[in-house]
């Protein structure tokens, strides 16, 4: 009963984010619906969510404290930095690199 319980909290918190990322983006266009993306990410807890966010915002400074905060928590999720298409614009920074490097991934 409590995972039932769980998915329903889970699908009424997605429809509440969904709501809210249309409306920014109606509201206050693509800009408008990265802030609101960065609100519900930041209060996710995921660095590395974080760091996409502000990667698609183009504040690669804020990008690369999000990522290094990932790298400390061992967050799972940076597996997929080289793929992550937030990142591209990143890739021939030299903070990318040595990231890359350490997480022993081929650059």
């Known amino acids: 009963m409590r995972e039932l319980s769980d998915t329903l ?30 609100e519900f990410a930041e209060a996710d807890g995921q660095a590395y969510r974080v760091a ?7 504040d690669r ?4 404290e999000q990522l290094q905060k990932a790298f400390a928590s061992r ?15 990143m890739t021939d920074d ?5 990231l890359v490097h350490r997480l022993g991934l081929v650059v």
Do not use: C, M, N
């Open 75 to 89: 967050e799972i999720y940076l597996r997929w930095i080289r793929t992550e298409s937030a990142f591209d614009s």
């Open 9 to 38: 909290e889970s699908a009424e918190t997605a429809d509440r984010e969904a709501t809210a990322l249309t409306h920014a983006l109606k509201t206050r266009g693509p800009e408008g619906y990265w802030q609101k993306r960065l």
């Open 94 to 98: 030299p903070r990318f690199v040595d």
């Open 52 to 58: 996409i966010v502000y990667a698609r915002l183009g």
């Open 61 to 64: 400074d804020r990008a690369f």
